[in-house]
């Protein structure tokens, strides 16, 4: 697809202005004929102007890709990482599903909205923190766990420990995240999320990875246990094994 094969409505021609030329390079990732699968990242594309998918980004979406509004909108509300109201610069997401729940999350939570005065998905008054709660971010270990902009900031957190990072953000400050990489706005985040390298030097590695992450390696690394034959450097695959009786990859069979 060419940026001179597509005619943009004024709805979508403003975010096509400044998107258009990661928006071809995030759908030249994918093989032809399959476009649509860029759908997602390029939902992530257009936050990263304004902050959440409005009526303009489902617009430039469904016409950079071929396809109609109600596709892109049926996918852009089915995810809850795809905004749909403005948010603020950071996004501070607190785990209050069972695990965490049972060990104090909800008590974080609940002492955010008061000290913020804002409730699920709302954003304090000086544009900074959007609140949320989120029924799981795959951190049980470490629970309860609060996250910024999708990095996780504080493992067993506590309610104090959650109104003190609040008040880093929004002072200006960038605390060092408990296993995150380097804090950044969520527009920045999400430029991330959608393909694109944080070009900030040292930025992916400025978070450790945690004692329970570690906790399988280092104990397969005591007693010697490692996968037969492993070669890091092995080179992946682009196409499915052949199973008996059937071709490989995409190849038809004659």
Avoid: W
């Avoid at 609940?110 to 029924?135: C, F, K, M, P, Y």
């Amino acid at each position: 697809m060419s940026d001179t094969a597509i005619e943009f409505s004024p709805a979508a021609a403003p975010l096509a202005a400044k998107l258009l030329g990661p928006a071809l390079e995030i759908i030249a990732r994918y093989p032809e004929g399959r476009s649509r699968s860029a759908l997602l990242p390029l939902l992530h594309l257009v936050q990263t102007e304004e902050g959440f998918v409005s009526p303009n980004g489902v617009a430039f979406c469904a016409e950079v890709l071929g396809i109609n509004k109600a596709q892109v909108g049926a996918v852009a509300t089915f995810y809850t990482m795809y905004k749909r109201k403005p948010t603020g610069e950071y996004l501070v997401s607190v785990c209050t599903n069972t695990l965490c729940n049972l060990m104090g999350g909800q008590e974080v939570y609940d002492r955010l909205t008061e000290h913020l005065g804002v409730g699920n998905g709302q954003t304090s008054s000086d544009g900074q923190i959007t609140l949320e709660h989120a029924e799981c971010l795959a951190a049980c270990d470490y629970a309860p766990v609060v996250t910024v902009n999708y990095d996780f900031a504080v493992d067993e957190a506590t309610p104090e420990s959650a109104v003190e990072l609040v008040e880093q953000l929004r002072k200006g400050e960038r605390p060092t995240l408990s296993r995150g990489a380097r804090v950044c706005s969520l527009k920045d985040m999400q430029h991330q999320l959608a393909g694109f390298a944080d070009e900030r030097e040292g930025a992916v590695g400025d978070g450790p990875a945690g004692v329970s992450t570690l906790r399988g390696v280092n104990l397969a690394d005591q007693h010697g246990i490692a996968v037969p034959n492993f070669n890091l450097d092995a080179p992946i695959a682009k196409t499915k094994p052949a199973r008996e009786g059937k071709p490989a990859g995409n190849e038809v069979k004659k």
